[in-house]
């Protein structure tokens, strides 16, 4: 069984940060990718960045140079460091990880931080 757990969401006022955190355990042999999705109140669930292995990080443009992504591959561990937030950042944040388990290559998910961001 594979488990992705996040952390580190909350409320903020506009021009804030904060630190989301990520780990994933379970049968997990190789994971290729982790990053971050998000998914605001009546909208598609987006892509706000991500990190391959022995990769650059990606970024959706209305991030950039705002959010910053890490991993600690050790730890199988993601994060995501969110600066100068906006009212529009508001959303739940999910962890993914496109991951082998048993011979099966597919997208891993946790369950979703709240990250509110107060204008």
């Known amino acids: 069984q594979v488990q992705l757990v996040e952390s580190g969401g909350g409320l903020v006022e506009s021009g804030g940060s904060l630190r989301l955190s990520c780990v994933a355990s379970?049968?997990?042999?190789?994971?290729?990718?982790m990053g971050w999705y998000r998914q605001a109140p009546g909208k598609e669930r987006e892509e706000v960045a991500f990190?391959?292995?022995?990769?650059?990080?990606k970024y959706a443009d209305s991030v950039k140079g705002r959010f910053t992504i890490s991993r600690d591959t050790a730890k199988n561990a993601v994060y995501l460091q969110m600066n100068s937030l906006k009212h529009e950042d508001t959303a739940v944040y999910f962890c993914?990880?496109?991951?082998?388990?048993?011979?099966?290559?597919?997208?891993?998910w946790g369950q979703g931080t709240q990250v509110t961001v107060t204008s």
């Open positions: 993914n990880a496109y991951a082998t388990t048993y011979g099966d290559e597919r997208d891993f």
């Open positions: 379970g049968s997990l042999h190789i994971i290729r990718t």
């Open positions: 990190i391959p292995n022995g990769g650059s990080a």
